[in-house]
């Protein structure tokens, strides 16, 4: 079955220091890699995606990924966090034959990363 | 783009009563997707419609559940006869298709019920 995991359920970070937040799937191909963050009583926002090509991607508010093969994994990173960054992240990944051939493309989410910044 | 609006925001209904949840998708966006999410959890994947067309339903879950989009604009999604366990947010989504794939979200309705 398709899962994406998420290791770190809470994340404590100081503001001005970097993050790393873990998101690992397994899929039968490789997915379409997403991360959204939510903020409390929001609904969720696109950070960034990966679809193929450079496995080294670019999103918005400072936020990078690195998709891995070999560790099936896609990590975000962000080198200062600020304190408005504290919300939940959540890593997403959807089905690429799914996509092309019109099937149901839902994602199938982790369980979240809730991110607390310290002063 | 105005993004994904969802109405109401906030839901509360007792036991045994039926809820009807609206979702207006941005405009031009073809395929759109219900998920709800549960406290502590990621949106869990319901329904998907291309245009008017449901094609994915069998991740609802019961048959309580229903959804609809009848001229392919916004959506409606129903639960009948609601339970406590029925408490989560809803989530809508859309995209556009023709090799877009990313999904926007809209903010969600908050369900309560007691």
């Known amino acids: 079955a398709q899962s994406v995991t998420q290791p770190d359920i809470h994340i404590t970070v100081s503001e001005g220091a970097s993050l790393e937040l873990r998101c690992n799937y397994s899929y039968g191909a490789t997915p379409y890699l997403f991360w959204y963050v939510q903020s409390p009583g929001q609904g969720l926002q696109l950070l960034l995606k990966?679809?193929?090509?450079?496995?080294l991607v670019q999103g918005i508010k400072g936020f990078e990924a690195e998709f891995k093969r070999s560790q099936s994994s896609f990590n975000l990173r962000k080198p200062s966090v600020h304190w408005s960054d504290a919300a939940e992240y959540f890593c997403?990944?959807?089905?690429?034959?799914?996509?092309?051939?019109?099937?149901?493309?839902?994602?199938?989410f982790g369980k979240g990363t809730h991110l607390i910044i310290q002063p | 783009d105005t993004g994904v609006s969802q109405n109401p925001r906030h839901k509360i209904t007792k036991r045994g009563q039926n809820v009807t949840f609206r979702c207006d998708p941005i405009?031009?966006?073809?395929?759109l997707y219900w998920y709800r999410q549960t406290l502590g959890q990621g949106p869990e994947f319901l329904t998907y419609f291309q245009n008017e067309a449901q094609l994915e339903k069998s991740r609802l879950l019961s048959d309580r559940f229903s959804a609809e989009r009848p001229k392919g604009s916004f959506s409606t999604l129903e639960i009948q006869r609601t339970e406590q366990g029925d408490s989560a947010m809803y989530l809508c989504?859309?995209?556009?298709?023709?090799?877009?794939?990313?999904?926007?979200f809209g903010p969600g309705t908050r369900l309560t019920v007691t």
């Open positions: 989504a859309s995209r556009r298709g023709n090799g877009a794939y990313e999904q926007y």
């Open positions: 405009s031009e966006h073809n395929r």
């Open positions: 997403a990944a959807g089905d690429p034959g799914k996509y092309s051939g019109g099937g149901a493309d839902g994602l199938t």
């Open positions: 990966y679809f193929s090509g450079d496995t």
